[in-house]
């Protein structure tokens, strides 16, 4: 840059100014200032020459140089472009030459300005390391591109002007450096012998993935290792990549061309050297198929595989340039190591004989392998019960279609059993979307076994469903029988005591450190005696759509969700709907209504428009849980956001907030207000007609809607990371015992 630089600035000096007497001499003695290298005495006496004399296109001209020299780099391109005015073709020449050479001498002023550092990437990474040559701020390049248009035109006028000439091959070095100068990091990789090794690794801990107190990235972010290359392909200058694969990977590979770009050719090698998959850019390719466009470039098909046993090693691919273009292109890596390469701490634990102890608390980040059983063993005393919730932790496919409209949701990706030591089942574990939920009641003192395993095909898998892999967490909660059992959130008994859900839920602060921040939605874990009733109480403004989750195995003892008003007097919504296949209830919170401009004559007052519209201040309502007849059972008390849960204009916003304004067509039992009564069966005399192709509709169970747009909510991603570990990750042990 330093040798530019001086280039430049001697072209600027051998545009000598105009000779041009006047009387009193300014002008000549500014010339000899500016000739001497007296800048600023130059810039003063062309100054003051314009007060004497007349402007003019000489003047202007010298006034530029000087205004150049002298670091004004407005001011010289002001004088010069007036300057231009000039009939003299000569001038003319100089003028235009001086004018290039002044944006050149500006252009490497804001290269040497320091640029604001690039914004950090999603979820806080750093921005992407810089490849090739160090790029030019895009305000120098914009004086670059224009030094060389005038440089050009000047050129144009003489073409001898040798000045002018180093000048615009400085500027055009800029503009449009060699291929060599720009390519990648990965340079010199010509032949396969000099292949550069392309890294495959764990991506950056992120929302739904967090990281482990060392700050290492999660076992499951051990499941799939990654590498996204920007690249670059200069004419007659072939690329080579190395992967080192092991037997059983899964291996995807996904090169992106611009549209418009020349074509590129990927090849795949074995470690043998022979050809395992061909594709051409924008062209029918090896394979056959033509490539079809994705956005702004053009995405091969992916090419997946699985690396055989004798084929572990290292694999190539190879870039050739076709079009003999410059091409910057992308290319994508993913590895899926063999399922028995990343299995979780507990393994070998596939037999009976092998299970391993569970203590009670969350489990988190296990592991199933297709055709692999994972056994554990829990040990009771006398009159203790067994809570277990099975719950899979992988991040949704978004590349799994989506299913039909109203299809029923498919069932849990794996078995849960519960069995004594005689081998007995004991336990089954019972649906809740994709969890499950077991529990054993007092089964008497011993040893007990938990098998997960693949479900078996015509238990809600179709044939052609594939063992599940994945990871998956577990919570275990060992407890007492009542009423020495009962949770820690006792006396909760009646409205007047009920336990606010939200606080029940904050995770213990350390001693000496402040409370940590809840992450996640507000969930608990709790349970009714026989003849015992839990209340809780939530507030909610209204604003956001809200649904209160109850969890249970309905087998063991059926409980019912009520919704009531702060007094616990009021009923609202009941939810009394599981059954075997799906164990749980849910209602939705009340949304606030808007008041109705039309419904008083009282003008509304003014309104703020740079202010914020406050929120209506929340409400306290109060939920009552108790079981049928002298039932007992185990539950999780959730309160979860549905997707869209940002009150923004989606579509799930909408759906969820009209069937939380009316909860009678979830299958509420009571009105919101007894005077409301007459009101709703009046209009739902009037909607009959219209409902009655809607009865399915209807009947759909609130807590399968919670949990299917939890699963689609956008800003929930704090909840899926705690959720990853355990549902009760947060949670106190249920007492001290």
């Known amino acids: 840059m330093m040798r530019w630089s001086r280039c430049v600035v001697a072209a600027c000096l051998a545009l000598s100014a105009c000779g041009f007497e006047t009387a009193d001499g300014t002008v000549e ?11 600023d005495e130059a810039v003063s006496g062309y100054a ?16 530029g140089i000087a205004a150049s020299l002298a670091g004004d780099h407005e001011g010289a391109a002001s004088f010069l472009l007036q300057a231009l005015a000039t009939k003299d073709k000569v001038l003319e020449q100089k003028v235009k030459a001086a004018i290039g050479t002044a944006y050149a001498r500006e252009a490497l002023v804001l290269e040497r300005t320091p640029q604001p550092a690039a914004a950090p990437g999603p979820d806080g990474a750093p921005p992407p390391a810089e490849t090739g040559a160090p790029k030019i701020p895009e305000p120098a390049m914009a004086k670059w591109k224009l030094a060389v248009e005038f440089l050009e035109d000047a050129l144009t006028l003489d073409p001898k002007d ?3 000439r180093r000048s615009l091959e400085v500027a055009l070095l800029r503009v449009d450096p060699p ?27 992120n929302q739904s993935q967090a990281p482990s107190p060392e700050g290492a990235p999660s076992e499951a972010a051990k499941d799939k290792l990654q590498a996204r290359e920007q690249l670059f392909s200069c004419p007659d200058d072939d690329d080579w990549y190395a992967l080192e694969l092991a037997a059983g990977d899964r291996v995807e590979l996904a090169p992106t061309v611009p549209k418009d770009a020349g074509r590129l050719r990927f090849e795949l090698l074995r470690p043998d050297g022979q050809s395992a998959w061909k594709w051409t850019s924008q062209a029918v390719g090896a394979t056959g198929t033509t490539a079809q466009a994705a956005g702004d470039g053009d995405a091969a098909p992916r090419h997946r595989f699985v690396v055989g046993p004798d084929e572990a090693g290292r694999w190539l691919v190879h870039q050739t340039n076709v079009d003999v273009d410059e091409v910057s292109y992308g290319l994508e890596v993913v590895v899926r190591p063999a399922c028995d390469k990343v299995e979780d701490r507990y393994e070998d634990n596939d037999v009976i004989t092998a299970a391993k102890q569970l203590t009670p608390g969350p489990v988190p980040d296990l592991k199933r392998c297709p055709a692999d059983e994972d056994w554990y063993s829990v040990t009771l005393a006398e009159g203790e019960s067994l809570f277990l919730y099975a719950q899979p932790t992988d991040a949704p496919d978004e590349d799994a279609p989506k299913p039909p409209e109203g299809a029923p949701p498919p069932p849990p990706p794996f078995m849960l059993e519960v069995l004594d030591q005689a081998g007995t089942v004991r336990s089954r574990g019972a649906p809740i979307d994709k969890s499950q939920v077991s529990t054993l009641l007092m089964p008497g003192a011993g040893r007990y076994y938990v098998r997960v395993f693949d479900r078996p095909l015509g238990l809600g898998a179709p044939a052609a469903t594939e063992p599940y892999e994945g990871r998956y967490s577990l919570q275990v909660e060992i407890v007492p029988p009542c009423p020495e059992g009962d949770d820690r959130f006792e006396d909760n008994d009646d409205a007047p005591s009920a336990t606010d859900l939200v606080e029940a839920s904050q995770p213990p602060a350390a001693e ?4 940590q921040p809840p992450q996640g939605p507000p969930v608990v874990f709790a349970r009714v005696c026989p003849g015992d009733v839990d209340w809780w109480k939530v507030a909610s403004d209204g604003t956001k759509p809200q649904i209160v989750s109850l969890v249970f195995d309905h087998g063991q003892g059926d409980l019912q969700l009520e919704l009531l008003d702060e007094s616990g007097m ?6 009394d709907t599981s059954s075997p296949e799906q164990n749980g209830e849910a209602v939705p919170l009340p949304m606030a209504e808007k008041p109705d401009p039309k419904a008083t004559a009282t003008p509304a007052p003014a309104v703020d428009p740079t202010k914020p519209e406050p929120p209506p201040p929340p409400k306290t309502y109060t939920l009552r849980i108790a079981a049928k007849g002298d039932a007992q059972n185990f539950y999780l008390l959730r309160l979860d ?15 969820d907030s009209k069937d939380q304004q009316d909860p009678q067509d979830k299958g509420d039992k009571a009105p919101k207000d007894p005077s409301d009564s007459k009101d709703s069966k009046d209009n739902a005399d009037d909607k009959k007609d219209d409902d009655k192709d809607g009865d399915k509709k209807d009947k759909a169970n609130p807590l399968q809607d919670a949990l299917d747009n939890l699963d689609r909510n956008p800003e929930n991603l704090p909840a899926r990371d705690a959720a990853r570990k355990s549902p009760l990750a947060n949670q106190k042990p249920l007492k001290d015992w």
Not at 643 to 649: A, V
């Open 29 to 39: 003695n500014a010339n000899e200032a500016l000739a001497a290298g007296k800048v």
């Open 48 to 63: 003051e020459a314009a007060t004497r004399i007349p402007e003019s296109p000489p003047l202007n001209f010298d006034r």
């Open 162 to 164: 040798l000045e002018a």
């Open 179 to 205: 291929c060599a100068t720009r390519d990648d990091k990965f340079e010199d990789n010509d032949n396969a012998g000099s292949a550069k090794p392309l890294e495959v690794k764990a991506e950056a801990p």
């Open 512 to 515: 000496g450190q402040p409370p």
């Open 570 to 575: 009021t009923s609202i919504a009941t939810s």
């Open 641 to 655: 956001q549905p997707s869209g849960g940002g009150g923004g204009d989606d579509g799930d916003s909408k759906d």
